[in-house]
């Protein structure tokens, strides 16, 4: 089904944030898979080294060593260990600067650069050693500068173009899956007979078997995990209510794991699919609009794919 105009153009306007301040503040993916991190570094690592043994540059010509290809290959050694050190370290000091909701166009660019500058310190090290420079700190910070001057303008190319991909992309789907839950609700309100069988109660467990809460299932909206605890949000004659209670949201989705209409999305949340409004969209995925909710609700990447496609196959009435 294609996009309606309209309706992206709405979603456009929510989501684009302009100027300098609005832009560094776009939303933007981080990779959290520690494996996906490490094939990164790893092919980053290649290309430099691949670069460094085919072109020669500064200087490398003029080596003369019988361990010449291996002294300059080490540099891509130097690049992977280093990228990898900052995945691992800067994450676990600063945790909460790397949360993935909150994760932008500033803070990549701006660890895209601690990247460049950690990778140059240490081969400015490395060729020091290597080849027995005799260069003071004031060399040292010259070339820090020089080589923060040349990498910024390729970091922030790079990642304006991407994040400008990513958004039109993940708008235009949302836009698509809007418009056929629309359809589906438009559907159901012509065939009202429907909604009037009436629901089997289902009944949820918490950590203690006696604390136990029977459902109306089609009233819950969704589950939120918390600590060591979950909330319950249900529609009680179109009020919000909650239940917080002991549990893991682990422990919830085995309980409703045939229960077709429910779906993790996120690692904080379950959500029941036939309540969905809106799916809106920007460069960092998708989130999920429910009735009378007062938030929005994150889908991860990993799951996006199997939620969209699981809203796009609902029932259309």
């Known amino acids: 089904m294609e996009s309606s105009p ?185 065939n009202p007979a429907q909604n009037l069988a009436t629901p089997k109660l289902i009944i949820l467990f918490g950590s203690s078997q006696k604390e136990q809460y029977e459902l109306n299932p089609a009233s819950i909206l969704c589950i939120q995990a918390g600590d060591n605890y979950v909330t319950l949000f249900y529609e009680s004659s179109e009020t919000i209510k909650k239940i917080l209670f002991r549990a893991t949201l682990k422990s919830l989705e085995e309980q409703l794991q045939h229960r077709t209409e429910f779906l993790r999305c996120h690692k904080s949340y379950i959500v029941q699919l036939s309540h969905i409004e809106k799916v809106s969209g920007n460069a960092q995925g998708y989130k999920l609009h429910l009735p009378f909710l007062d938030f929005v609700i994150p889908v991860s990447r990993s799951l996006q794919n199997d939620v969209l496609e699981k809203l796009h196959h609902l029932p259309r009435g």
Do not use: D
């Open 6 to 190: 309209k309706t992206l153009q709405n979603l456009q306007g929510q989501q684009r944030q302009t100027g300098l301040i609005g832009l560094l503040k776009r939303p933007f993916p981080i990779e959290t898979a520690f494996s996906k991190r490490v094939l990164t570094a790893g092919m980053f690592a290649l290309t430099i080294t691949a670069v460094l043994l085919l072109a020669e540059p500064f200087g490398l010509s003029r080596v003369q060593s019988e361990w010449k290809q291996a002294i300059i290959a080490f540099y891509g050694v130097i690049t992977f260990v280093m990228m990898v050190f900052n995945y691992l370290v800067w994450e676990q000091l600063f945790p909460r600067y790397f949360e993935e909701e909150s994760w932008n166009v500033g803070k990549h660019i701006s660890f895209s650069l601690l990247h460049v500058l950690c990778i140059g310190t240490a081969n400015f090290i490395y060729s020091r050693f290597v080849f027995s420079l005799r260069i003071g700190w004031e060399g040292f910070f010259q070339f820090l500068f020089w080589t923060a001057l040349i990498g910024i303008v390729p970091i922030i190319v790079l990642t304006l173009v991407l994040e400008r991909r990513y958004w039109k992309t993940h708008v235009e789907r949302a836009s698509e899956i809007t418009s056929g839950i629309e359809v589906r609700k438009e559907g159901l309100a012509l």
